[in-house]
């Protein structure tokens, strides 16, 4: 694949390979960035908290106090995360939620504010009663009232899910089938992998979803020899897929999930939940269709004209499902040719500079190293590494024939190749079947959920999971890998508890009644439409500088008084498109688009920057917004 110096060149990483996935959430470069004490500033915090404490009985704190501290504290983490100067996400909102307590506590007195936090669990006389079932779901929907506690470890559960399922490369599997289908043309086998991977963001983790997506969508581009730009541009709508188009249910993003769980009302006691599942389906599935279209209209003015040569691929490439999964059975870890000669530079040595650009220009590694005269020990070695110990003695003799143009038709190697590749699929497939079966009391339980909601939500990721690792049980590098890129993965999810305990803290002094007020008097004066695409293009820009969980959890409370349910879902599904389409307009708005900047920064463009990004998602995005508006005026004015 020939390059010039702004192509691709696909990823590598520096870190070392015992650590190093390409499906690992990537990091931005930390260069230039000066990190802040994170133990300081949970002191400082500690102190100040301490302070407030004491001065609480001699002062009165407004509630627009607290309200500010936990506004500062939102910001602080778009400041703080920006600028050269940083502080850990983690310390900055577990140190400020410190202050917030505190805080909460002063202004109600301290017993005040025990009794508040009390009155969210039931009485508990004995060690005896907390074996009682009704007590201990007591217990749980008290914090879960609290904290989100039962949306947090469905996310958990889900996390290790999908992490399972990448790991059986069925999502590679179902590309590789969906090429061969459309002749080798790149632009209708992408839409139609956005197309599933918007419908399973729907129900999986959309985070976990744009890790695979991404790296399944570079590997099919960078066959067709694609320009960088529309590598670069595939790689951004991923996000727009895996959170817009991915509205359509409330278990794929915490917001949604967030929504749900806020959106209630109590009558005679007991929690009423109000988005169900058909609300989901009546109100967001169309305003995710309207986003599909938008991005299949906008990839169409990209790929158009792609086209893999698929009886031209080499035999490792045209196996590449069964290769990456290969290398995770066998490794631990799976990497791209690229990713492979980085780690491997100091073998390489001198003839590093020659194989990378030859693999760059679209030249198999194996091919790459014969043409550069790396000596065969080494090559041998290094493709032992790559796919398999036994696989690399017939693998470099024949790229040895294929660098003299001696290799006719199917040569011993490739013949080797392939049928230890079709072994190998064969585990492959029982692994993914595993995935596939596992899905079976992951919907299940969502159904009964969905039906009864006194059964914790987490029960469904939790029981999918569990089916889903025994399928790469009797793999232990594959399921080590699995697990600890999951529980990376799901570390980034910390910093919420403090956050959404804030928020409860200002629902238990009256804050959100004041802002429901002013929502209502809006709804008067202006109508319930204009209220709505307000709501939406707040949730949009409010969700493009600040994290869209925590602008979810605030926003959403305001609005589940109002009178009427038409209203209510009417609001509701303009938050949640707000809070999909501003989390894919900035580097920062989601995880997801994190996770996007990141891959493009160090695989494809190291020049890349935050105002490229805005610049180049800002068209889809408009095209999103004025068909969302549209759907958002239609159902405004159906509601009336």
């Known amino acids: 694949m020939a390059q010039s110096p702004n192509t691709l060149s696909l990823p590598h990483s520096p870190t070392p390979m015992s650590t190093h996935s390409p499906d690992s959430v990537p990091t931005p470069s930390s260069e230039g960035i000066v990190q802040l004490s994170s133990s300081k500033f949970v002191l400082g915090c500690l ?63 301290p017993a005040e504010a025990l009794s508040e936090l009390r009155a969210e669990f039931p009485t508990v006389h004995g060690v005896a009663d907390l074996f009682h079932l009704h007590t201990a779901l007591g217990l749980f929907e008290g914090v879960d009232h609290l904290i989100h506690i039962d949306t947090m470890l469905f996310i958990l559960g889900l996390t290790f899910f999908v992490s399972v399922i990448a790991q059986t490369r069925l999502l590679e599997t179902i590309t590789f089938v969906l090429l061969r289908l459309n002749k080798g043309f790149v632009l209708p086998t992408v839409l139609c992998v956005t197309a599933v991977v918007a419908a399973a963001s729907g129900i999986l983790d959309g985070v976990s979803m744009i890790g695979l997506t991404i790296r399944t969508l570079v590997i099919i581009l960078a066959l067709a020899a694609a320009p960088a730009k529309s590598i670069r541009y595939a790689v951004m709508v991923c996000t727009v ?32 939940y109000l988005l169900h599942d058909s609300f989901f389906l009546r109100w967001c599935l169309p305003a995710a269709i309207i986003s599909f279209l938008c991005v299949a209209w906008s990839l169409r003015r990209q790929l158009t004209g792609l086209r893999v040569e698929l009886n031209k691929l080499d035999v490792v490439e045209a ?125 299940g339980l969502l159904i009964t959920h969905a039906l009864n909601h006194e059964l914790p939500l987490f029960f469904a990721s939790i029981a999918g999971f569990a089916v889903a690792i025994v399928g790469v049980w009797g793999l232990p590098k594959m ?97 949640i498109a707000g809070y999909a389409a501003g989390g894919c307009w900035t580097h920062i708005g989601s995880a997801q688009s994190v996770v996007a900047f990141a891959f493009i920064k160090r695989d494809v463009d190291a020049r890349f920057t935050p105002a490229q990004w805005i610049k180049q998602m800002t068209p889809l995005l408009l095209l999103i917004l004025v068909g969302l508006t549209a759907w958002i005026l239609v159902q405004g004015l159906l509601v009336g």
């Open 47 to 109: 102190l100040a908290a301490f302070a407030v404490l004491l001065a609480g009985p001699y002062i009165t704190i407004p509630t627009e106090v607290l309200a500010g501290e936990v506004f500062l504290t939102i910001i602080a983490l778009f400041v703080f995360g920006s600028i050269k100067y940083q502080v850990h996400k983690n310390a900055l909102t577990y140190g400020c939620g410190l202050v917030i307590l505190c805080t909460f506590m002063a202004k109600l007195g």
């Open 241 to 272: 897929v895996t959170t817009v188009c991915g509205m359509w249910l409330a278990y794929g993003e915490p917001p949604n999930l967030i929504m749900k769980a806020n959106v209630i009302h109590h009558v005679d006691g007991a929690k009423v």
């Open 319 to 443: 196996n590449a499902a069964t290769v990456r999964f290969l290398q995770a059975e066998k490794h631990g870890e799976v990497f791209s040719a690229v990713e492979f000669a980085h780690e491997f530079k100091d073998t390489l040595a001198s003839h590093f500079d020659g194989v990378l650009g030859r693999i760059e220009m679209g030249e198999a590694l194996g091919l790459a190293m014969v043409n550069e005269n790396v000596p065969r020990a080494k090559r041998v070695e290094l493709l032992g590494h790559y796919t398999s110990e036994e696989l690399a003695c017939v693998l470099d003799e024949h790229y040895v024939l294929e660098s003299k143009g001696q290799s006719p038709g199917i040569d011993a190697g490739e013949a080797a190749a392939a049928k230890a590749f079709t072994k190998e699929r064969k585990r492959c497939v029982v692994a993914q079947r595993f995935g596939i079966a596992a899905l079976v009391p992951f919907v």
């Open 479 to 575: 399921r080590k890998l699995a697990l600890h890129e999951a529980a990376h993965e799901y570390s980034e999810y910390y910093f919420l508890f403090p956050l959404f305990l804030s928020i409860s803290l200002l629902t238990k002094v009256n804050f959100f009644d004041e802002l429901a007020n002013l929502l209502q008097h809006g709804m008067k004066v202006m109508g319930n439409s204009s209220i709505a695409l307000i709501q939406f293009y707040g949730a949009t820009f409010l969700s493009a500088l600040l994290d869209n969980n925590v602008v979810a959890d605030f926003a959403s409370r305001a609005i589940r008084d109002l009178p009427e349910l038409t209203v209510i879902y009417l609001f509701a599904m303009a938050q």
